[in-house]
């Protein structure tokens, strides 16, 4: 089945330690990209990945980092998460020539 | 720069009732439009999307837009409504050419019996 998968789905830390948030896609999409959803804000792009190796910032990209090493992986990292992380994330991935994004379900994150 | 604008962040409405849920963006150049819904405790789900061609779209589950270019809408509709309906719609935007998305705050639609 093609799908977008995370994880982890649920995760409650501290602040400042280190997380990652993994996303894999499994339909050889060229991109992929993060969001966090809000209360009242909607979906807001943290970053984004048009193939191996490039990456650029979305609209609130401070307080993360991504890789894409390989192209069915583009994982998230919080390298010292704060409360105002705490938020609900999308990864998304769509082929080169469509522009319709396939999320994955969810990683809902509390950061205390 | 783009924006989205949904105006309704909930819309009650009667089970078997018609249903508009509205969105406005603004963009200096073409854009591509969707509808995705959102329903509880999962992830995004795409309804129907504006790439080019025909204004009116149609989607899954017996929805429906029409993108305006004049007035920048894109309004989804459904003629009658069922419980099933109930969930968060977000209408988003990207503009052709790009890799940014801009998603609208929402709408929670709710359907009642």
């Known amino acids: 089945e093609a799908q977008v998968t995370q994880n982890p789905r649920y995760l409650i830390t501290v602040t400042g330690k280190k997380l990652t948030v993994t996303c894999s896609q499994n339909?050889?999409?060229?991109?992929m990209s993060w969001y966090r959803q809000d209360p009242g804000l909607g979906l807001r792009q943290i970053y984004y990945s048009m193939n191996v190796e490039v990456t650029d910032k979305g609209d609130v990209p401070e307080g993360y980092k991504v890789s894409r090493k390989e192209k069915r992986n583009f994982p998230l990292i919080l390298e010292s998460p704060s409360p105002n992380q705490t938020s609900l994330y999308f990864c998304?991935?769509?082929?080169?020539?469509?522009?319709?994004?396939?999320f994955g379900a969810g990683s809902r994150l509390t950061v205390l | 720069a783009q924006s989205v604008t949904q105006l309704d962040s909930q819309v009650p409405v009667f089970e078997e009732a018609p249903v508009e849920l509205r969105c406005n963006y603004s963009s200096s150049v073409s854009v591509y439009l969707f509808w995705y819904v959102q329903y509880p405790n999962q992830g995004l789900q795409l309804l129907l999307k504006?790439?080019?061609?025909?204004?009116l779209v149609k989607g899954i589950n017996g929805f429906e837009a029409e993108f305006n270019k004049s007035q920048t809408s894109f309004h989804l509709r459904k003629p009658s409504v069922h419980i099933s309906d109930t969930a968060e719609y977000f209408c988003?935007?990207?503009?052709?050419?790009?890799?940014?998305?801009?998603f609208g705050t929402g709408t929670r639609l709710k359907v009642l019996a």
């Open positions: 998304a991935s769509r082929p080169d020539y469509s522009p319709v994004l396939t």
């Open positions: 988003a935007v990207t503009p052709s050419g790009t890799y940014k998305y801009i």
């Open positions: 339909m050889n999409h060229e991109y």
């Open positions: 504006y790439l080019s061609g025909s204004t």
